[in-house]
């Protein structure tokens, strides 16, 4: 099941709005076929994984990341693809909570006569699906929030000249999550600071995830690089973004971040990245929107500069705490990752 995971991470920031799947079909202690879900209206993870098994996947077991689903959607049920291959066993890491699906792929084999054995790997699994798993349950992407930060809790310092916080080990780590990850957000102030480019280097095959910008003061300047046609412009219901809309970017119109949140579900996007600075990063904490947080600590201190929240005080016991929280030595950095929200 981890080869089934890491065969369906091939998937990751290309399939929405459907699920990274991988699967893999194994005779004895031979894998003999596997395959991964590359994109929507592409054939599913067990359809590639049984045309490379062909004959071999007679009396086989087939380990799949998630429920094969048993509806005709874009493309036919794989659940029946795998009885018509003649697989003894499935072993499955998560169901598919698409109400089109949820438990029917895996009764419908188990009708067929075949064994199936749920719930392996599947903390990994649902981990790996959570933008299909937000979209297709809340009708909106999973929000990672990433910030990098000094041992004295700064993210900039409070003069001009900011240079990076953390390290070239701790930029190539996101550059990995941008690829994986549908979209990418900062805020108007970080476009004005930075002029950040939001695309991904240095990852081979890598692709760019879509670049998400939130302005509600109609105060970017358009030669900004973080404004291109595939951009989604988020902004108030009556800000002037005429000139973005007339150079082709989405422009999303929302009364409150819920709401663009919403709209960004139904332009397909799964997962989001937060890259802003402060003021973005404060405003969906407040809201309640991080679902998971991925922080750099760099090994500086820098006395005066900007906190990554700015959320008011409250007692230590309103703190919210991280679950499954995992540390990481990175280069000189640290870095620390845990959840606010279950999957
Ligand atoms: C699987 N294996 O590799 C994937 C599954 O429109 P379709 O036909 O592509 O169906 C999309 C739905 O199928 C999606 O919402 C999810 O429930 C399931 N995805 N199922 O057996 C796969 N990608
Ligand atoms: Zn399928």
New binding site residues.
């Given amino acids: 099941m981890a080869l089934a995971l890491a065969e369906a991470a091939r998937g990751l920031g290309r ?1 929405a ?7 893999l079909i194994v005779r004895g202690r031979e894998v003999v076929g596997c395959g ?2 590359p994109k ?8 590639f994984a049984l045309r490379e098994a062909g004959v071999r996947a007679r009396g086989a077991t087939a380990y ?1 990341t ?4 048993s ?9 029946e693809a795998l009885i018509a291959a003649g697989v003894a066993r499935v072993v499955v890491a998560a169901l ?3 109400p ?2 949820s438990g029917q ?1 895996v009764r419908r084999l188990r009708d067929a006569g075949i064994d199936v054995a749920l719930g392996v790997l599947e903390d990994l699994a649902t981990r790996q699906q959570a933008g ?1 798993r937000s979209l ?1 349950t809340r009708g909106r992407p999973w929000v990672v929030a990433k910030y990098a930060m000094t041992l004295d809790g700064k993210v900039a310092a409070a003069g001009e000249g900011n240079g990076s916080v953390s390290s070239e080990a701790a930029r190539a780590r996101v550059m990995g999550w941008r690829n994986e990850l549908d979209a990418i957000a900062v805020g108007s102030g970080t476009v004005l600071a930075d002029d950040p480019a939001l695309t991904v280097r240095g990852v081979d095959g890598g692709r760019n995830p879509r670049p998400v910008v939130f302005d509600r003061t109609g105060r970017l300047p358009p030669g900004a690089r973080a404004l291109r046609p595939e951009t989604v412009l988020v902004t108030a219901p009556t800000t002037h973004a005429a000139a973005c809309e007339d150079s082709g970017m989405t422009v999303v119109r929302a009364d409150d971040l819920p709401g663009a949140l919403g709209a960004l579900g139904s332009l397909n996007l799964s997962s989001l990245l937060l890259e802003g600075g402060p003021t973005l990063l404060s405003a969906f904490f407040a809201a309640g929107l991080v679902d998971e947080v991925r922080v750099f600590l760099a090994p500086k201190l820098l006395g005066a500069g900007l906190s990554p929240l700015t959320t008011p005080l409250r007692a230590m016991s309103d703190a919210r705490a991280l679950e499954d929280v995992t540390v990481e030595p990175l280069g000189p950095d640290v870095l620390v990752t845990g959840y606010l929200s279950p999957i």
Avoid: K, Q
Wanted: proline share 20%.
């Fill in positions: 399939t709005p459907n699920p990274p799947v991988g699967c991964f879900h929507a209206g592409e054939p599913h993870a067990e359809v799949v998630l429920e094969p689903c509806h005709h959607g874009r493309t036919p049920p794989c659940a598919d909570p698409n089109r699906v792929g299909f297709i």
